[in-house]
């Protein structure tokens, strides 16, 4: 069935008061169940284990990603299969938009964990004790909806706003429950099938496990070329390469995240990473600036010029765009209609927010003063910057799809390194109270944009998002705890490389210390690389987006083992191929690997990630 939307004419030039009466008449669909008990039990389950698969890849590349769509698929076909069995009905349409809202915020409750909160414990050498990061993070995150909610009725009844992934996950249920579901358990087996080999991959490539159950000779090598050792060292300027991290991994778990990335980030993490760690480091190895071919050692060095490129290509990008940040304000300001009255046992009253807001907020100053040291004045003045960063990230992801959570992170790191000089960690914590408050207002948004869409009841995914807040928290948090085991320098291993959090941590102590404590070839780096981030945005601008290289993906590269971003660069290209090689539709390529390309590569992460943690756990607690 078509979704049924509002022209461009009428979104125009209507009254927020006739859109909402409208939709009201429309598009609601009061009397379908939604938010019921195994909808909510159904998100909160597979939102905590789909969250462990956003802390595997957040571990590893610093990025996190939506599992809304991969969520949806799995239930729809879950439920159908219970039906056809005879134990229970089917998922209503919106039953499935609620759970997709729990689970889609249990998801992104891993972003503080592989940011601000491990970027703490690398600068103090402390351990976050488990229950203050849980209180901490779900604090964070409520104020996250309370701010969002309010925007709600402007970027999404007026303004209606695409919000493209949460647009995409709209259509994607109403095209699974409109049809006979034919589409939805293809979708569903292919969804297992990417999975399940990738989590039979890293099975089969753990030397713990395969040990444990006494099958050594059925165990894949952690790289291709193992091998080659067993005969000879190759190596650059007296370096091996496996110590330069130059190799292939076996994983497919990186690779099915490279699909999703696309080609031109793809060839800027390849390129990137040849240049650090086939010409750069090798050389800085032999001159002994950087101490030893070791990732850790040649990520000290590097990551400076990485994150300088980062930064400025991602703050170069976000104002060069100032329409959107001024159209964030100019909604605040438009003459709000009268539809408080159409819509008023639908919306969340607006007593929840005058109240709330204050309260979560004062909340959220008391507990980054005591358990973060943060000054009671600090905390206060990060509040209204929740506020104006808020209003800016809601416009860009409603946009793109895009939440510049990083670069409105570093923002606040650059206002409070005026504000408070030398004060290392409330530059971090407060950072991450603006950028953590902002992203996950941003990304509500995005999962209430499909509601919108379908006629779903704007409380219950208020409520809905709560509860997958709780869920992911109380899942992703003990397991990031059990990964590194409390030895807070396991958290730049190889194993563990923690991109994001190097990123806020580089920063802070740029801000903080000043550039003379780092190696004068580490300050041409910053150098060089912010000059580079500022020179490929402008040339995606000229060109149109036709530049082949993304400042921000090459910059990364510096951070990343180099097999990670091999990995990442072959599944990019493969994916780009196998669109050009099956471009012609209506064959079974195009339909597995164009028309369904996220749903092959969200369960190949799934899959593998999955399993990735589960071994982690086992391999420490072994």
């Known amino acids: 069935m078509a979704i049924r939307q509002l022209s461009k004419e009428q979104v125009r030039d209507w009254t927020l008061e006739q859109k909402d009466r409208w939709w009201r008449d429309n598009v609601f669909r009061g009397d379908m169940p939604q938010l019921t008990v195994r909808s909510a039990l159904t998100g909160m389950i597979l939102g905590g284990l789909l969250s462990l698969t956003n802390l595997y890849v957040g571990i590893r590349t610093g990025w996190t990603l939506g599992v809304g769509i991969t969520s949806v698929i799995l239930s729809f076909a879950a439920f159908k299969l219970l039906s056809r069995a005879g134990l229970g009905a089917e998922m209503t349409l919106l039953e499935n938009n609620a759970m997709q809202s729990i689970a889609t915020a249990a998801g992104y409750m891993t972003g503080p964990l592989i940011s601000s909160i ?100 059925l165990q894949l090598p952690h790289y291709y070329d193992d091998f080659i050792y067993r005969f000879a060292t190759p190596a650059i300027q007296g370096s091996p390469l496996r110590d330069l991290t130059v190799r292939a991994d076996t994983s497919l778990v990186m690779v099915a995240a490279g699909g999703l990335m696309g080609v031109r980030t793809g060839l800027s993490l390849i390129l990137g990473a040849v240049i650090n760690y086939v010409f750069l480091a090798p050389a800085l190895i032999h001159r002994g600036i950087i101490a030893g071919a070791s990732f850790k050692s040649i990520t000290m060095w590097a990551l400076w010029g990485g994150v300088a490129m980062m930064t400025t290509a991602s703050l170069f990008a976000f104002f060069a765009k100032p329409a959107v940040i001024a159209a964030a304000f100019r909604g605040l300001v438009r003459r709000r209609d009268a539809a408080a009255d159409v819509l008023k046992d639908i919306e969340l009253p607006m007593g929840v927010f005058v109240v709330g807001i204050p309260l979560v907020g004062g909340l959220c100053v008391f507990l980054g003063h005591i358990f973060f040291q943060v000054s009671w004045w600090m905390g206060i003045i990060a509040i209204p910057l929740v506020f104006v960063f808020t209003l800016i990230a809601v416009n860009s992801t409603g946009l793109t799809s895009i939440t510049p959570t990083g670069a409105l992170g570093k923002l606040t790191q650059l206002t409070f390194s005026v504000i408070a000089p030398g004060n290392i960690t409330t530059n971090i914590m407060t950072a991450g109270i603006t950028g953590e408050v902002a992203g996950n207002a941003s990304n509500l948004l995005m999962d209430i944009k499909p509601g919108y869409m379908l ?168």
């Not at 987006?545 to 993304?550: A, K, L, Q, T």
Request: with cysteine; net charge positive; charged share 15%.
């Open 118 to 217: 491990a970027a703490y414990m690398l600068i103090t050498g402390t351990v976050i004790p488990m229950h203050q990061t849980i209180i901490w993070i779900v604090a964070l995150s409520l104020l996250g909806v309370l701010f969002a909610f309010p925007l709600k009725r402007r970027y999404i009844n007026d303004e209606q706003m695409p919000f493209p992934e949460g647009r995409a996950a709209g259509v994607v249920m109403d095209s699974l429950h409109s049809g006979t579901g034919a589409d939805g358990l293809f979708k569903a087996r292919l969804l297992a099938a990417s999975a399940s080999i990738s989590a039979l991959v890293e099975i089969l490539r753990n030397t713990h496990f395969m040990t444990l159950i006494r099958a050594p000779f």
């Open 455 to 622: 006629g779903g009841k704007p409380r219950h995914q208020a409520v809905g998002h709560v509860l997958g807040i709780l869920a992911g928290a109380v899942l992703s948090v003990p397991v990031f705890y059990q990964i590194f085991h409390g030895d807070v320098s396991l958290l730049t291993s190889e194993k563990l490389p923690m991109p994001s959090a190097q990123v806020w941590r580089a920063v802070a102590e740029v801000l903080t210390k000043g550039l003379d404590f780092l190696h004068p070839s580490a300050r041409w780096a910053i150098l060089i690389g912010g000059v580079l981030g500022i020179a490929f945005e402008v040339a995606a601008r000229v060109s149109k987006g036709r530049f082949p290289i993304s400042g921000v993906g090459m910059g990364l590269a510096f951070i990343l083992p180099f097999s990670d971003s091999l990995a990442m660069a072959t599944g990019a290209f493969a994916f780009w191929l196998a669109g050009r090689r099956f471009g012609t539709g209506g064959t079974r390529g195009h339909r597995i690997f164009v028309e369904n390309h996220e749903t092959v590569c969200a369960g190949g992460i799934a899959g593998g990630a999955l399993v990735g943690i589960v071994l982690i756990v086992l391999e420490t607690l072994g």
